[in-house]
């Protein structure tokens, strides 16, 4: 059975860093494009980055970029976010997700952790 | 960028009935890569269908997607208590998403 779940968010200051972590298990992680999709508050979904199987490929939303970094660890089947200069925008439950991907667009994305909420707020 | 409009908003259905909901691309959407998701509340979404016709795994067949282009369609054919969510389409460019419709089950 896939699973991700995802740890690290928390209550932070506007302009401060956080980074949240996923772990993977079920499945061979190395072989999937992995990515992280946000949801504000009472509002929809937004995809927020993705990375290909090795690394090597990285794709960020525009309102993120310069600011946040995914990455990913495939001998310890993780996945990272690195969020740096955070601001209020930024308050949401942010999902770990497999996806089906071709560079910085996706087909789909068939599993989805249960979420971590990231509050910026002073 | 292509921007998903989904209708309607809330949709209000009793148990048995058939919902039809929708999803308007703004531009044609890439070889109909889009995606359907349902989510619960407090829980995460789960992908129900993609290329706008194929079912994921374990999901019921009462749930269909249909469409080409700019218009999309998910038929939930005989609606059950459990299917109160809110519905999501997701098209391939940039990984968009539309604002949802909410089906609740009177």
Redesign the interface.
Known sequence: EVQLVESGGDLVQPGGSLRLSCAASGFTFSSFWM?W?RQAPGK????GA?INQDGSEKYH?DSVKGRFTISRDNAKNSLYLQMNSLRAEDTAVY?CAR???SG????????????TLVTVSS | EIVLTQSPGTLSLSPGERATLSCRASQSVSGN?L?W?Q?KPG?????LI??ASTR?TGIPDRFSGSGSGTDFTLTISRLEPEDSAVY?C?Q?????????TKVEIK
């Open positions: 990515a999709v929809g979904l937004e995809w993705n939303v999902y996806g089906y991907c910085g667009s996706c087909y789909y994305f068939d599993s989805w952790g249960r979420g | 890569y995606a998701y989510q829980q995460a979404p789960r992908l993609y290329g994921a999501y997701q391939f460019g940039r990984s968009t998403f539309g604002g949802g």
